[in-house]
């Protein structure tokens, strides 16, 4: 290989581990703001074709790296997932050419519309990703943002499109103030500006979403049973697994909780083939004297044959059951298999379940012992990666929940940052609604979120989160408030749309600027 072309791939690798490493070491968030920059460099003069091919490459070894844990699942499933995800790159790459090649030296004559539409660009592909094929939004730019709680406030205006879009945006003007002399100052302040801006109103947000009252408004219990997934679903080890889980509530319950909550499927068995079993978790619970949420698969729909459900119960004090909710947005190629008359024999080769989607999105409704200011208080519940969607969290805080809860199992991907990368998306949803997020995983990062954001509590031992068993009480601050996005939805998306529609037509236009 030549130089140039050694030299076009080492920025482009360099760009990908700028791009994967905030999303396993949290602190180093500042690195986004300057990733692409070495990629955008080996753009420089190239064909759409060779931008393309660069473009590619930066998404495979993105996903790959980010993503690794997926091989601990199915590497084949790793491998075609990361292929399938980078053409998301590549489509970046081909719209983008045209601001690298030879005749668009010109940049410098609109530097800022060039950032806009590039960014604008980036966040409608992160949304078609989060949405074609059932969707898998995982890993946006904004997300590499979980730990900048000033920066990600904005959220709570433009959702985590908006921090996607900032972090583009910069990483373009930045490249600009490097690339071109002539608007090198002119980017800078540009820079500077935004990020004045957005960390003013992040300072000013944290400042009204500081707690007031000098209780909580509620107590809340999370369990963190850390089953290992090859033990989950062994019949020989159904009776040690609840125990494990009784033993947590009983603990819980000293603790003056006012909700217990039990992670993903953690009832080991469906409900309705396990009736001694559930009548043992109903004697638990009245013993705990605490309404408790508990994940179980359950059974149903007899009339339409029988289906299977990945659900939550909430008991009452008593151990009766009060309410229930099934997880209405499935994992596809692991709770159910899309296209089964065509993809069936996919089925021989890897274990797929057959679970039915819910219906309905529950808002379930609990008494606190001490009421503050709530005499009810109203949740909804996000199965696994429900929390990933923003469109369907804001639909159940629409429906009137003061807080969410997220039940899930990171068991599959061992000790590793999957976890963590699960999480972000919940400190997302918790800014966008302003309303807190309490985390129960059956191994994971169980923790609580403020309605600002923040890490307030996690289950730990001696400071490790992942692949360790116990409980955290924590107290949680409900408000009566709103936001923008929680009001309007995602509309930046039409905004970007726009952008994107005028760059077009500008850049047919027949004038000197016409390829800008």
Known sequence: MSRPVIRDFAAVVVSALLLALPYHFSFLWPLSFFAFIPYFFSLENKSRGRVVFQSLVLGILFF???????????????????????????????????????KSRGLEAGPVRAALTMAALWVLLEWVRGWLFSGLPWALLGYSQWKNVLFIQVADVAGVWGVSFLLLFLNVLFYQFLSYKKIA?????????????????????????????????????????????????????????????????????????????????????????????????????????????????????????????????????????????????????GEFLPFEPLLGFIRH???????????????????????????????????????????????????????????TNDAWFGNTAAPYQHAQASVFRAVENRVPVIR?????????????????????????EIMVTGHQTQGIFLRKSTSLYRLLGDWFLLVCAALLWFSWRQANKPNRYSRL
């Open 64 to 102: 790959a790296i980010t993503m690794y844990w997926l091989n601990y699942v199915n590497i084949f499933a790793f491998i075609l997932l990361v292929i399938y995800l980078s053409l998301y790159f590549a489509l970046f790459g081909f719209y983008s050419a045209q601001f690298f090649s030879k």
């Open 185 to 333: 100052l002119g980017c800078l302040y540009a820079a500077a500006a935004v990020l004045a801006v957005v960390y003013l109103y992040g300072f000013l947000k944290m400042k009204e979403w500081e707690p007031r009252d000098l209780k909580p408004s509620l107590r809340v219990s999370v369990l963190q049973g850390n089953i290992p997934q090859d033990q989950k679903w062994d019949a020989k080890v159904r009776g040690i697994i609840f125990e494990k889980y009784k033993r947590l509530t009983l603990m819980s319950a000293n603790e003056a909780s006012d909700l217990i909550v039990w992670p993903e499927t953690s009832f080991p068995g469906f409900f309705e083939d396990e009736p001694v079993m559930a009548a043992h978790l109903r004697s638990t619970i009245r013993r705990a004297n605490t309404p408790t949420l508990v994940g179980v698969p359950t059974l149903g729909g007899l009339e339409e044959g029988l289906r299977s459900y990945n659900s939550t119960i909430l008991f009452s004090p008593s151990g009766e059951e009060s309410q229930r909710y099934s997880k209405t947005h499935l994992v596809p190629f």
């Open 349 to 407: 080769l890897v274990v797929i379940g057959r679970f039915s989607p819910g219906q309905e999105k529950s808002i379930f409704v609990l008494k606190p012992r001490a009421p503050q200011n709530y005499l009810t208080a109203r949740f909804g519940v996000l199965i696994c990666y429900e929390d990933m969607f923003p469109s369907l969290v804001r639909d159940f805080v629409k429906k009137g929940a003061d807080f969410l809860v997220n039940v």
């Open 440 to 464: 129960s995983a059956n191994t994971g990062f169980s923790c609580f979120i403020s309605a600002s954001g923040e890490v307030v509590g996690s289950v730990n031992d001696r400071g490790k």
